[in-house]
C-alpha cells in the first residue's frame, strides 16, 4: 500500500515524531511518502536517512505556496499513491485540495488527522480559528477522519465534524529507541550535574499556553529538593529557577528520558493522547499527568492523574512520589514501561491504521 502523508512540519513535536516512527517501520506491508507545509525541519534528514522520499512544499507560516500545492498535486498523479494520509488542520485542507486538483480523488483514500482535543482557540489566531471551523463544514468530504483519541473525536464532533467515518487511533511508541538505559542515567547526570540520590522530573513539551510552563515551574518551586528537567523549543527562554534545567529542543530526548524518575505533562487543555507521556513511559518513568485528554486512560494504574490548571494537586502527587523508596519508584516506572510495550506499540499503532485505510478500501 502506497500512502503519502501530509503535515504541516517536520519539526520535533507529537504528532511529528508519530509520523517519522511510522515511516521508520520496517517490513513490505506499506511504502511511505512524505509531504511537509513548512521548510527545514528537524526531521527531514532523519527521513531521508530512513530511505522516506520528502518532497517539501515550501509554504509560509502565513500564506501558502501555490507552486507547492501544484507540486504535490503532480507528485500524486505521477505516483497513484492508494492513500493521502493529512495530519493536522492546514495539512488535511491541503491534502483535500491537492487530491481534488490531481484528478484520482475517486481512486484514492483520503484519510484526514485530529491530533489535539479541547483546544482553547481564543488564546490563537483568528486564521486557525477560521482553518478549524472550515474543517469541521468540510469534514464530511475525506473518506475518514482518524483521531489519536477519544477525547479528541468527542471534542471535534462538539465542533461540528461529521465525517463519514470517524475513527479512534491511538499512539504508538518505539519501545526499542525509548527504553531504560543506565548508562545514558549516569552519563546525563554527570553532564547536568545531578546527584545520583535526586529525585528528577522531567517535562518535555514547546512552550504553549497549552503546555503550562508555568504551572510546572510553579510546582517545582515547592519542591526545593528535587530537580526539574524542561525540554523543548524555547523553553530555554522562560525565567531561570535554581532547581530546574531549561535545555530547549533537543533531538536526543530519549537519551535525555533515562536521567529522570518521573515524566511531568503539567497541559491545561489541547491534550489527544500524549507522546511525551507514553515515551516517558517506555523509558521507565512514572507518569504524574493533568486529567487531559486520553491521559488517564493512557497512565491506567501506573502513575498519577490530577485535575488540570490545579498546582496544589501537581505537587501533591509530585512530593507523593519522590517520598517513595527509590525501589519502590523504579517499580512504578517498569509497571509503566510494561503497560506501553502491551498495550501502545508502534506496530500496533500501524496496523490500526492500515486496518482502517483497507476497510474503507473495500466499502
Same mark, same amino acid.
Given at each position: @500500500?502506497?500512502?503519502?502523508?501530509?503535515?504541516?512540519?517536520?519539526?520535533? !513535536?507529537?504528532?511529528?515524531?508519530?509520523?517519522?516512527?511510522?515511516?521508520?517501520?520496517?517490513?513490505?506491508?506499506?511504502?511511505?511518502?512524505?509531504?511537509?507545509?513548512?521548510?527545514?525541519?528537524?526531521?527531514?534528514?532523519?527521513?531521508?536517512?530512513?530511505?522516506?522520499?520528502?518532497?517539501?512544499?515550501?509554504?509560509?507560516?502565513?500564506?501558502?505556496?501555490?507552486?507547492?500545492?501544484?507540486?504535490?498535486?503532480?507528485?500524486?498523479?505521477?505516483?497513484?499513491?492508494?492513500?493521502?494520509?493529512?495530519?493536522?488542520?492546514?495539512?488535511?485542507?491541503?491534502?483535500?485540495?491537492?487530491?481534488?486538483?490531481?484528478?484520482?480523488?475517486?481512486?484514492?483514500?483520503? +484519510?484526514?488527522?485530529?491530533?489535539?482535543?479541547? @483546544?482553547?482557540?481564543?488564546? *490563537?489566531?483568528?486564521?486557525?480559528?477560521?482553518?478549524?471551523?472550515?474543517?469541521?463544514?468540510?469534514?464530511?468530504?475525506?473518506?475518514?477522519?482518524?483521531?489519536?483519541?477519544?477525547?479528541?473525536?468527542?471534542?471535534?464532533?462538539?465542533?461540528? *465534524? #461529521?465525517?463519514?467515518?470517524?475513527?479512534?487511533?491511538?499512539?504508538?511508541?518505539?519501545?526499542?529507541?525509548?527504553?531504560?538505559?543506565?548508562?545514558?542515567? +549516569?552519563?546525563? #547526570?554527570?553532564?547536568?550535574?545531578?546527584?545520583? =540520590?535526586?529525585?528528577?522530573?522531567?517535562?518535555?513539551?514547546?512552550?504553549?499556553?497549552?503546555? =503550562?510552563?508555568? !504551572?510546572?515551574?510553579?510546582?517545582?518551586?515547592?519542591?526545593?529538593?528535587?530537580?526539574?528537567?524542561?525540554?523543548?523549543? =524555547?523553553?530555554?527562554?522562560?525565567?531561570?529557577?535554581?532547581?530546574?534545567?531549561?535545555?530547549?529542543?533537543?533531538?536526543?530526548?530519549?537519551?535525555?528520558?533515562?536521567?529522570?524518575?518521573?515524566?511531568? $505533562?503539567? $497541559?491545561?487543555?489541547?491534550?489527544?493522547?500524549?507522546?511525551?507521556?507514553?515515551?516517558?513511559?517506555?523509558?521507565?518513568?512514572?507518569?504524574?499527568?493533568?486529567?487531559?485528554?486520553?491521559?488517564? @486512560?493512557?497512565?491506567?494504574?501506573?502513575? *498519577?492523574?490530577?485535575?488540570?490548571?490545579?498546582?496544589?494537586?501537581?505537587?501533591?502527587?509530585?512530593?507523593?512520589?519522590?517520598?517513595?523508596?527509590?525501589?519502590?519508584?523504579?517499580? @512504578?516506572?517498569?509497571?509503566?514501561?510494561?503497560?506501553?510495550?502491551?498495550?501502545?506499540?508502534?506496530?500496533?499503532?500501524?496496523?490500526?491504521?492500515?486496518?482502517? *485505510?483497507?476497510?474503507?478500501?473495500?466499502?
Amino acid at each position: @500500500m502506497k500512502v503519502l502523508h501530509v503535515i504541516t512540519t517536520l519539526n520535533r !513535536g507529537g504528532a511529528e515524531t508519530m509520523l517519522a516512527g511510522l515511516c521508520r517501520l520496517p517490513g513490505d506491508r506499506v511504502k511511505p511518502a512524505v509531504a511537509v507545509l513548512l521548510p527545514k525541519g528537524l526531521l527531514v534528514e532523519e527521513l531521508h536517512a530512513a530511505g522516506v522520499e520528502v518532497l517539501e512544499l515550501g509554504f509560509g507560516r502565513r500564506l501558502p505556496n501555490p507552486f507547492g500545492l501544484l507540486k504535490l498535486v503532480a507528485w500524486i498523479r505521477r505516483n497513484r499513491p492508494d492513500v493521502v494520509q493529512g495530519w493536522m488542520y492546514h495539512a488535511d485542507l491541503t491534502a483535500l485540495l491537492a487530491l481534488w486538483l490531481s484528478g484520482r480523488r475517486n481512486r484514492t483514500v483520503l +484519510a484526514w488527522g485530529i491530533r489535539c482535543s479541547d @483546544m482553547d482557540l481564543a488564546r *490563537y489566531s483568528a486564521v486557525l480559528r477560521g482553518v478549524v471551523r472550515l474543517c469541521a463544514r468540510l469534514s464530511r468530504l475525506p473518506d475518514v477522519v482518524i483521531a489519536n483519541s477519544e477525547a479528541g473525536r468527542r471534542v471535534h464532533a462538539a465542533l461540528g *465534524y #461529521r465525517p463519514r467515518h470517524f475513527a479512534v487511533v491511538h499512539n504508538g511508541i518505539d519501545a526499542d529507541r525509548f527504553s531504560p538505559d543506565p548508562a545514558a542515567r +549516569a552519563a546525563v #547526570r554527570a553532564e547536568l550535574g545531578i546527584p545520583d =540520590d535526586s529525585v528528577v522530573f522531567i517535562h518535555v513539551a514547546r512552550v504553549d499556553p497549552m503546555k =503550562d510552563h508555568a !504551572g510546572f515551574l510553579d510546582a517545582m518551586a515547592r519542591l526545593p529538593d528535587a530537580v526539574g528537567i524542561m525540554v523543548g523549543r =524555547d523553553t530555554e527562554t522562560l525565567p531561570p529557577q535554581d532547581n530546574v534545567i531549561a535545555l530547549g529542543q533537543r533531538s536526543d530526548i530519549a537519551r535525555l528520558l533515562n536521567c529522570a524518575d518521573a515524566v511531568v $505533562s503539567s $497541559s491545561a487543555y489541547g491534550e489527544g493522547f500524549s507522546n511525551a507521556i507514553a515515551e516517558g513511559m517506555a523509558s521507565g518513568l512514572t507518569p504524574i499527568a493533568t486529567d487531559v485528554g486520553d491521559a488517564r @486512560m493512557l497512565v491506567g494504574a501506573t502513575g *498519577y492523574v490530577v485535575p488540570p490548571s490545579n498546582v496544589e494537586d501537581i505537587v501533591q502527587a509530585m512530593r507523593a512520589f519522590a517520598a517513595l523508596p527509590a525501589s519502590q519508584r523504579e517499580a @512504578m516506572g517498569s509497571a509503566a514501561r510494561d503497560r506501553i510495550r502491551t498495550e501502545f506499540t508502534l506496530d500496533g499503532a500501524a496496523r490500526r491504521m492500515e486496518a482502517t *485505510y483497507h476497510a474503507i478500501r473495500t466499502v
